[in-house]
């Protein structure tokens, strides 16, 4: 009967789109020494959440008493690429490009669980909020290896795709985990991280990769941080774009990720004039939404700070006047990095938050720094 159920499920993951599919036995996982140690290492960051309850990520059995496999899944998300050079416009990370993949993977992994249920087994979907380390997981039930960059790699997909999971208290065959790493003597995903975040071969700092700080993050960006974002705006693909894997990428079938109007590359100064009903609906459904609107806006600044285009102070000096602190704060930066001093000394005996008026002090020296 669970071969049966297995070959069934198998089955039905390709009918609803999954590139692949892949069953491990609930056991000890390899690495979660490692991810405990990642953690007392602070590399985690503010995500909280990553350092709740380790335990329960690797025993599925805390999530669905009884769990005896996880089946994984993986389904590509990669659209050819659309290149602009131009530092006026924002780069945002291509998974973020279409809709939010939460809810489509869910829908999929709902109608999969169907089949378990079907037949008598319990199940819980995991899409990738859920307390699960799926890239262990994925590893161990044969869908890839676990780059230097940390992100999951095949050979036929690279690593443009999103995982998700199946917690069942079926019992059923399992496949071979994926024994053998293939990134050989490469490094250039660590050469290349703008920020230095891949400080060892497979060890992350989240406190310096890009799409944390663009996404995860609530405070103000690190000053030393700031001008090597460039005009990355929500995430950032550098190590996945450097990586040779990914020539092996194929283009995704599924529609809604590929990219809405606007979103592959946006004027800056145009999102940076977002009001928050208006950040609300041009991201409706979006992953986007996960940065918050002055999360995002603060993001725009940097990368406006950075673009050396003199056109967007007028709307930075609006922006300084934000009734978001932390828009102003990152305001003050891009301003004194475009070596415009005026609005700064206008705006500092009235600023009102002392962490804005720092902020206007450093961009100021940063200014008379350029040459004012």
Known sequence: MVQGLASEVRARARELGFDKVGIAAVQDLDRVDFYREWLKLGYHGEMAYMAGDPDRRSEPSRILPGARSVICVAKTYFTPPETNEDPRTGRISRYAWGEDYHEVLHSKLTALRDVLESRGARAKVCVDTSAVLEKLWARQAGLGWQGKHTNLLARDLGSWFFLGEILTDAELPSDAPHAKDHCGTCTRCIDLCPTGAIVAPYVLD????????????????PRELRPRMGNLIFGCDICQDVCPWNRFAKTTPEAAFFPRSGNVTPSLVELLRLTREGFRERFRG?????????GFLRNVCVALGNSGDPAAIPELERALVHEEPLIRMHAAWALGRLGAPEPLRHRKDGEPDPAVREEIDAALAESRGAGQ
């Open 206 to 221: 989240s406190r310096r990769c890009i799409s944390y700080l663009t996404i995860e993050h609530r405070g103000p960006i």
């Open 286 to 294: 979006s992953p986007i939404r996960r940065a918050k609107y002055a």
